[in-house]
């Protein structure tokens, strides 16, 4: 527990910790030479040259303290010039990079994981495996394994592209960085919709379809549906929007 604690301390947390670690050797100091002073005092045995021995020594702990209260001044500028020294080359960073060449590399980091076309077929490949009946009798364990296998898929596309803004925004301005950090939700949103619907429709489906399904589950299973369908509807087209949107710019 102590380790953790002493690992997670800053350089000016230690500065603070070292000034009061010298004041308090200090005080000790004086109040030792308090007592002795007291007791020799009160035994007739004072020293002449005690006095001045006392006084010296305030003064060497005055300048301890000063010295110490120096190199905590010192050490807190120091560390707000090297914060302000790195936030200044994170800066240039971004700033160094040339328009047109961000947008280029927008453009390329967002067609790089497939091109829009590629998202169609991928969509169109879980949506046509979904139409499986696993209820009625005519689906083999192969359409199965075919269907579940494509939604995995369909996870893993969107996992991979949670990192797509962490992974690139070296790359681009201040500006492109937020169109990718948007950008980056619109499709994972996408696929998580599509991964959604894909499953939902193989679940539903079969059971609406069914001669003797009650009419109350039907019409339950028809508006989970709707609510799945509509929610990937409604994260395609945003997707493809922002796809478009900068794909034309």
């Not at 010298?22 to 005690?50: C, F, M, Q, R, W």
């Not at 080359?89 to 927008?106: G, P, Q, V």
């Not at 939902?200 to 339950?220: L, M």
Request: overall charge negative; cysteine-free.
């Amino acid at each position: 527990m102590f380790n953790k604690f002493f690992k997670g301390m800053t350089k000016k947390q230690w500065s603070w910790i070292g000034v009061l670690i010298g004041l308090a050797l200090i005080i000790v100091i004086i109040i030792g030479l308090k007592v002795h002073h007291d007791n020799v005092e009160s035994e007739g045995e004072y020293p002449e040259d005690t006095s001045s021995a006392f006084e010296s020594i305030n003064e060497k702990a005055d300048d301890s303290y000063e010295s110490l209260q120096e190199d905590t001044d010192s050490a807190s500028e120091s560390i707000d010039k090297d914060t302000a020294s790195k936030s200044s080359i994170s800066s240039k960073s971004s700033n160094s990079i040339d328009t047109d060449e961000s947008l280029d590399n927008l453009k390329s980091i967002i067609s790089m994981p497939m091109a829009k076309e590629n998202y169609q077929n991928l969509e169109d490949g879980v949506l046509e495996s979904a139409k499986v009946d696993d209820i009625n009798g005519n689906a083999t364990q192969g359409d199965l394994t075919r269907f579940h296998s494509r939604v995995s898929n369909i996870r893993d596309k969107a996992d991979e592209a949670k990192s797509l803004y962490s992974d690139n925004k070296g790359d681009l301005t201040s500006d492109d960085q937020t169109k990718l950090k948007d950008y980056k939700k619109l499709l994972v949103n996408y696929l998580n919709a599509l991964g959604d619907y894909a499953v939902t429709y193989q679940s539903d489906n079969p059971v609406i379809n069914t001669p003797d399904t009650d009419a109350e589950t039907v019409e339950e299973n028809q508006q989970e549906l709707q609510e799945a369908q509509d929610k990937f509807t409604n994260a395609k087209n945003e997707w493809s929007a922002s796809y478009d949107s900068i794909m034309n710019s």
